[in-house]
């Protein structure tokens, strides 16, 4: 077996550990040997297990990976990883680390890291296209497998017919039941295609015929949103006095709960390094944190008004790009220990990470990042999801798999016409005619993770609703309450989720006083469950 040996630091910024080069397709026969120091001295791991951690590709986001080390000296701080095929799937440059963590009540929690180092992995001929006559001999040894493998199971099928005939006959005489079988493909190659297709037509045409009577009382939770930010960089708070103000408006319409949002930016220091190209390590010292005493007093004012804090949303600036020429720990260990505290703040069992890229400061994090926090903040025993998709369909399978619930943002979209945009415009963005075959693929996919409507609402925040006269239906052109865009929105999409306990609840973005007879009056519609468009 061939065997690398490397260093690799937990305290030093880089990791010199050589040109390391293993062979695509060489599987268990190449093995990375490493001495994990700390500060210049072997580090004990004892108590902890090793893994293996193989970071995504830059470009494709594929190739990401984890494995539990086998073989390890804990005490003497070495370990020995025997590459996989997980480690040898991407050819070319990749990056990887190894992480120690303790189990705890069934989870794994990581207790400290390497720093990053990379190896190469070089092609073999299984990770090459043959070309004319090229690796003949390759295609002629399959094609003989191929038929003696056909004629095996011919034999093996002729065999068991022979030895259990008797059987046969007694379950299925004549052949009729296999006959009826076959004929029930129905053109497809076998049975199980054509009740998948047949299965998907359905759900399509009951998404399309729901009753969305007005006896239709959607069951779930219902509440708004409160966020902590004001100012466009996300680095300034709202005064405390201004939730007073809102919750004291809200107190009539009895909301079941709250999400509140925070943000956690670079501060000032940092933004003027950056923009001057003068950023250094030493501004990742800078705390980032955003205003714990106003989070505080927003949620002893929510638990002394008893509205239940329902989740947290956490707008992340775990990016790739912006520290990407600087050690990440610093920045990365900050991160973590603001959410640690934010946490211990909010009571709350939901959290959910925001990924956007509105600003040079909310760079779109990788996927690897989002679920390595998305697994940290598991560990702290809550609940966790990726915020915001409308289609959680449409994302990878590991960052599916990484949420324990979903949060859907289902916001209606504002033709060019502003001025002019009718209830037809509005469906054009989350149509709620398709809404609910989109939700019902999801709970079909995951039947036993909760979907939440965690923002939904057209907003005078965003410039949406310049006024609320603006906006009219198709068939009336007066101004009033009852035409309003949003209202038919929300009398749609309430009459759907009533229609099906697919939804666990729906809060609102954003409670502003201008709306405050629209949102009474989804909130009367709401408790009576007398929705109609």
């Given at each position: 077996?061939?065997?690398?040996?490397i260093t690799?630091s937990?305290?030093?910024?880089?990791?010199?550990?050589?040109i390391?080069?293993l062979?695509h397709?060489?599987v268990?026969?190449?093995?990375?040997?490493?001495q994990?120091?700390?500060?210049?001295?072997?580090?004990n791991?004892e108590?902890?297990?090793?893994?293996?951690?193989?970071?995504?590709?830059e470009?494709t986001g594929q190739?990401v990976?984890?494995?539990s080390?086998?073989?390890?000296?804990?005490?003497?701080?070495?370990?020995?990883?025997i590459?996989?095929?997980?480690?040898?799937?991407?050819?070319g440059?990749?990056?990887?680390y190894?992480s120690?963590r303790?189990?705890?009540?069934?989870?794994w929690?990581?207790q400290?890291?390497t720093r990053t180092?990379n190896?190469?992995v070089e092609?073999?001929i299984y990770?090459?296209?043959?070309?004319?006559?090229?690796?003949?001999?390759t295609f002629?040894e399959?094609?003989r497998?191929f038929?003696?493998y056909i004629?095996d199971g011919k034999n093996s099928?002729e065999e068991?017919?022979?030895?259990?005939?008797?059987?046969?006959e007694?379950?299925d005489p004549g052949g009729k039941?296999?006959?009826e079988?076959l004929?029930?493909?129905?053109g497809?190659?076998n049975?199980?295609?054509?009740?998948?297709d047949l299965e998907n037509k359905t759900?399509?045409?009951?998404?399309?015929?729901?009753?969305i009577?007005?006896?239709?009382k959607?069951?779930?939770?219902?509440?708004?949103n409160?966020?902590?930010q004001m100012?466009k960089?996300?680095?300034?708070t709202?005064p405390i006095?201004?939730f007073?103000?809102?919750i004291?408006q809200l107190?009539?319409y009895?909301l079941?709960g709250v999400f509140?949002?925070?943000?956690?930016?670079?501060l000032?220091e940092?933004?003027l390094?950056?923009?001057a190209n003068?950023l250094?390590t030493?501004d990742?010292?800078?705390?980032?944190l955003?205003d714990l005493?106003s989070?505080?007093?927003?949620?002893n004012?929510?638990?002394t008004e008893s509205?239940?804090?329902m989740?947290?949303?956490?707008?992340?600036n775990?990016?790739?790009t912006?520290?990407?020429?600087?050690d990440?720990?610093?920045?990365?260990s900050?991160?973590?220990?603001?959410?640690?505290?934010i946490i211990?703040?909010a009571?709350t069992?939901?959290?959910?990470?925001?990924?956007?890229?509105?600003?040079?400061w909310r760079d779109?994090?990788s996927e690897?990042?989002?679920i390595?926090?998305?697994?940290y903040l598991?560990?702290t025993?809550?609940?966790v999801t990726?915020?915001g998709?409308?289609?959680?369909?449409?994302?990878s399978k590991?960052l599916q798999?990484?949420?324990?619930?979903f949060?859907?943002?289902a916001?209606p979209?504002?033709?060019s016409k502003?001025?002019?945009?009718t209830?037809?415009d509005?469906?054009?963005?989350?149509?709620?005619?398709n809404?609910?075959d989109?939700?019902?693929?999801?709970?079909?996919t995951?039947?036993d993770?909760?979907?939440?409507i965690?923002e939904?609402g057209?907003?005078n925040l965003w410039e949406?609703?310049?006024?609320?006269?603006d906006?009219?239906?198709?068939e009336d052109n007066?101004p009033?309450?009852?035409?309003?865009?949003?209202?038919?929105y929300?009398?749609?999409m309430f009459?759907?989720?009533g229609?099906?306990?697919?939804?666990?609840?729906?809060?609102m973005w954003?409670?502003?006083s201008?709306?405050s007879l629209?949102?009474?009056?989804?909130?009367?519609k709401y408790?009576e469950?007398t929705f109609?468009?």
């Amino acid at each position: 077996m061939t065997e690398h040996f490397i260093t690799l630091s937990t305290t030093e910024p880089n990791n010199n550990v050589g040109i390391v080069k293993l062979r695509h397709a060489d599987v268990n026969s190449q093995a990375i040997v490493a001495q994990i120091v700390e500060n210049g001295q072997p580090k004990n791991f004892e108590g902890l297990q090793p893994f293996f951690c193989l970071m995504a590709q830059e470009i494709t986001g594929q190739g990401v990976s984890e494995e539990s080390v086998v073989s390890f000296d804990a005490k003497n701080g070495t370990l020995k990883y025997i590459a996989s095929d997980n480690a040898l799937q991407m050819v070319g440059r990749n990056e990887a680390y190894f992480s120690f963590r303790k189990q705890e009540d069934g989870k794994w929690i990581e207790q400290f890291s390497t720093r990053t180092f990379n190896y190469i992995v070089e092609k073999s001929i299984y990770s090459q296209p043959f070309k004319d006559s090229n690796y003949w001999w390759t295609f002629k040894e399959l094609y003989r497998i191929f038929n003696k493998y056909i004629e095996d199971g011919k034999n093996s099928w002729e065999e068991f017919v022979n030895q259990n005939k008797e059987i046969l006959e007694s379950v299925d005489p004549g052949g009729k039941i296999l006959s009826e079988l076959l004929a029930a493909r129905n053109g497809k190659p076998n049975l199980k295609t054509r009740i998948d297709d047949l299965e998907n037509k359905t759900t399509a045409q009951l998404a399309e015929k729901v009753d969305i009577s007005a006896t239709n009382k959607f069951k779930g939770y219902f509440g708004t949103n409160f966020d902590m930010q004001m100012s466009k960089d996300w680095d300034q708070t709202y005064p405390i006095s201004k939730f007073v103000t809102e919750i004291q408006q809200l107190k009539p319409y009895q909301l079941d709960g709250v999400f509140i949002t925070v943000e956690i930016q670079p501060l000032r220091e940092q933004r003027l390094a950056f923009e001057a190209n003068t950023l250094t390590t030493n501004d990742l010292q800078f705390t980032t944190l955003p205003d714990l005493t106003s989070l505080a007093q927003l949620v002893n004012l929510c638990e002394t008004e008893s509205i239940p804090i329902m989740g947290l949303k956490i707008h992340n600036n775990w990016s790739n790009t912006q520290w990407a020429k600087f050690d990440k720990t610093i920045w990365f260990s900050k991160y973590r220990a603001t959410i640690d505290q934010i946490i211990a703040i909010a009571p709350t069992e939901k959290i959910g990470v925001l990924n956007e890229s509105d600003t040079i400061w909310r760079d779109s994090a990788s996927e690897a990042n989002i679920i390595d926090l998305m697994n940290y903040l598991k560990g702290t025993g809550k609940k966790v999801t990726l915020e915001g998709s409308w289609s959680p369909l449409t994302l990878s399978k590991p960052l599916q798999n990484a949420m324990d619930y979903f949060a859907i943002h289902a916001y209606p979209s504002l033709s060019s016409k502003r001025e002019r945009t009718t209830f037809s415009d509005c469906l054009m963005g989350w149509s709620v005619s398709n809404m609910i075959d989109n939700l019902r693929k999801i709970k079909f996919t995951y039947p036993d993770k909760e979907i939440w409507i965690t923002e939904t609402g057209v907003q005078n925040l965003w410039e949406a609703l310049r006024a609320p006269e603006d906006y009219y239906t198709p068939e009336d052109n007066t101004p009033s309450a009852d035409n309003l865009v949003q209202t038919l929105y929300f009398d749609s999409m309430f009459q759907y989720f009533g229609s099906d306990e697919l939804v666990s609840g729906v809060f609102m973005w954003y409670f502003d006083s201008n709306y405050s007879l629209l949102f009474e009056k989804m909130l009367r519609k709401y408790r009576e469950g007398t929705f109609h468009a």
